[in-house]
């Protein structure tokens, strides 16, 4: 019996940490548990036959947000939100909130709400925010500087020098990237709110490959028009590191395609190089692994495909490894598009 006890302390100081809250059909509170009251500070005698919009600050009232989230519920089954909430004393905390419609005979019943207090994960981020804002700012001074004395270069040498027009691409990849950076930190637009034309993200990462001569060996075989949605820089430093791996296992041209589908995009890059060896196929995108196939003077780190794995993911994409030993390795990842 005291392991059966123990386990069930444990269970309920865990519950705690979570505001569980029933609501009726209307949205009016039924039950409320213990980790509610500590949250949001009311006793179940003083909130149950409230509304649960008692919770949202006046102007998320005004909008309806409550009852949006409650239709958003009913509609899908469960919705989430992130978002000021108001304690019974008015303080206010940031939460993160998921709402799940219960179902019985009639239809919806009620619904299942459970809050989770994270606003320390939300001053954590504002902090970044800051940093990102003057990171931003300091990099773009010296970014345009470097743009101003290549451009007076090209007056004494010309436009032909293959050098000098690299670095003209690359310069103008560096105030794209700090531009980027300081229109999210100063708009406080998350990345995965962005849209943009994955083919010219996949044309300028091209630009920073740093393997001599990578630049000519990397062919476009066609680039079709297609915006997604989701962190522009993430995806620019996947698309590198895949045509990074490739100059330095190949010794051949890189062929790349941008194809666009009814609802997904994908971006191919296939090289003629030495190959992954079957059994590290499946690993291969693991932090730290190089394969069996790979030689110290080859550079890498092996966490370049494990960047490029995790990027995809976070954007609900897919990523498709395909090689032969000797032959080449053609690397697919497939995006899904904005809207």
């Known amino acids: 019996m ?23 059909s209307s949205g009016f509170v039924r039950e409320w548990n213990v980790g509610a009251e500590d949250l949001k500070g009311y006793s179940a005698d003083e ?50 909130v998921t709402i799940t419609a219960i179902h019985d005979d009639t239809g919806v019943g009620g619904f ?9 994960e939300k001053q954590a981020q504002d902090e970044q925010v800051s940093l990102q804002r003057t990171f931003a700012h300091d990099l773009i001074s010296p970014v345009t500087a470097l743009r101003g004395y290549l451009d007076l270069l090209e007056d004494e040498i010309g436009t032909d020098n293959r050098y000098l027009r690299l670095a003209l691409e690359t310069s103008e990849h560096l105030a794209a990237m700090a531009g980027a950076l300081m229109a999210d930190a100063v708009s406080g637009m998350r990345d995965d709110e962005r849209t943009f034309d994955v083919s010219l993200v996949v044309r300028g990462s091209a630009t920073v490959v740093l393997r001599a001569g990578a630049e000519e060996r990397i062919h476009f075989d066609r680039l079709d028009t297609a915006t997604v949605r989701g962190d522009v820089l993430a995806l620019r430093r996947a698309f590198a590191n895949v045509l990074e791996n490739a100059a330095r296992y190949s010794d051949e041209n890189i062929h790349v395609e941008v194809v666009r589908g009814d609802d997904t995009v994908s971006v191919t890059v296939r090289d003629a190089g030495r190959g992954i060896h079957p059994d590290d196929i499946d690993t291969i995108a693991a932090p ?30 897919a990523l498709e490894i395909d090689s032969a030993i000797g032959v080449g390795t053609t690397i697919t990842i497939t995006l899904p598009l904005a809207g």
Do not use: C, M
């Open 47 to 96: 909130i149950i036959g409230q509304h649960f919009s008692l919770f949202y600050r006046a102007v998320d009232r005004e909008n309806r947000l409550p009852d949006t989230l409650l239709d958003r519920a009913r509609s899908d089954g469960s919705v989430e939100d992130h978002g000021w909430r108001v304690r019974k004393d008015g303080s206010q905390f940031w939460a993160h």
């Open 288 to 317: 730290g692994e190089r394969g069996r196939l790979a030689e110290p003077e080859d550079g890498g780190t092996g966490l370049g495909l494990a960047s490029v794995a995790a990027a995809v993911a976070e954007h609900h994409g």
């Open 112 to 120: 299942v709400k459970i809050v989770r207090d994270i606003t320390a």
């Open 2 to 24: 005291k392991v059966r006890t123990d386990a069930i302390e444990a269970w309920e100081q865990h519950v705690a940490l979570f505001a569980i809250v029933k609501l009726d």
